[in-house]
């Protein structure tokens, strides 16, 4: 189940005598003796009632039960498979958002010094240009001019360009949302059902699915 569905719905780990996390002593023994109090008291007069009915009754109570039990099954494995996908996307999608809000970052601070080196230059320029003379100063304040005018053009180019990456990363957090606010019923019960369920390799994906999915209306908070 855990390489098929990404996730281990029941962890051990914490308990004395595990193995793997999978099974513990404390379980199996507390499972042997339900087991036998299953087998020898509970099922014993559910059989005799059974077994009692009217075969007509009989096989209509095991035709709905059994179409209801095969599309539970189903279903579930459905929503498990889905949940192994959601759980991959979501944090594909989270180290995607961090390499953009670092590429933003080195962005912003290069557009900072862009700034702060077009200031500088301009000061240093004019300084130079009172002390030349007019004919030189002419030619130098042209190039001054084309110079200020590529380093704009820089600028308004990194400014679209962060332009683009925030945009981009806007959209990642509105998938991301929608993926960890958004949950059937099936998926919630999985989540709700197994509070011990863990995942190794997407472990911060799936806690944040818990806290949503704990919700009980599932909308949206």
């Not at 500088?120 to 009172?130: D, F, P, Q, W, Y």
């Not at 030619?139 to 962060?162: G, H, I, N, W």
């Amino acid at each position: 189940m855990e390489r098929l569905f990404k996730v281990r719905y029941w962890d051990y780990s914490d308990k004395k005598f595990n193995i793997n996390g999978y099974i513990c002593l404390g379980s199996s023994i507390a499972w042997g003796f339900l087991t036998i109090f299953m087998t020898e008291v509970i099922h014993k007069p559910i059989a005799n009632f059974v077994t009692s009915l009217n075969p007509i009754v009989e096989f209509t109570f095991i035709a709905v039960i059994s179409v209801l039990f095969v599309y539970d099954t189903v279903r579930s494995t459905k929503e498990a498979l889905d949940l192994a996908r959601v759980l991959e996307s979501m944090t594909k999608l989270k180290t995607e958002a961090e390499e953009l809000q670092i590429q933003l970052a080195l962005l912003k601070a290069e557009t900072s010094e862009k700034v702060s080196e077009i200031k500088n230059g301009a000061v240093m320029r004019i300084s130079e240009l009172k002390e030349e003379a007019a004919d030189r100063a002419m030619k130098a304040a042209d190039t001054a001019a084309q110079r200020a005018s590529e380093m704009t053009q820089s600028l308004t180019d990194r400014q679209q360009r962060a332009e683009v990456l925030a945009e981009k990363l806007r959209s990642l957090s509105e998938t991301h949302h929608k993926l960890s606010h958004h949950m059937s019923h099936y998926r919630r019960r999985l989540l709700n059902g197994n509070p011990t369920a863990y995942s190794k390799k997407f472990a911060e994906a799936l806690n944040e699915l818990k806290k949503y999915g704990t919700f009980k209306n599932g909308s949206d908070q």
